[in-house]
Nanobody
């Protein structure tokens, strides 16, 4: 059974930093494309950052130069380092694995950025 568990969310002041973690079980992170998405109240879920199976990365324009997606295959974990956070980035952040069979989602972790 594949599971993705996010952690690292919390309350931070605007301009601060957080690092989110997504640890997989029942499967391996390496060889699969992994992504971080977020969903704010009343809004649709949006892609924040993606790490392709070959190591290429993609970022939403709004987070470029501030967020970094990375992997630690030995820990079967994907990270999202978020710097210079903005109030409008308050959302539930989700991890997604794009396996060959189907996509898998984590349960999400809340990030709240205060002014």
């Amino acid at each position: 059974q594949v599971q993705l568990v996010e952690s690292g969310g919390g309350l931070v002041q605007a301009g601060g930093s957080l690092r989110l973690s997504c640890t997989a079980s029942g499967t391996i992170v390496s060889g699969n494309a992994m992504g971080w998405y977020r969903q704010a109240p009343g809004k649709t879920r949006e892609l924040v950052a993606r790490s392709g199976s070959g190591g290429n990365t993609h970022y939403a324009d709004s987070v470029k130069a501030r967020f970094t997606i990375s992997r630690d295959n030995a820990k079967n974990t994907v990270y999202l380092q978020m710097n210079s956070l903005k109030v409008e980035e308050t959302a539930v952040y989700y991890c997604k694995m794009e396996s060959l069979v189907r996509p898998y989602w984590g349960q999400g972790t809340q990030v709240t950025v205060s002014s």
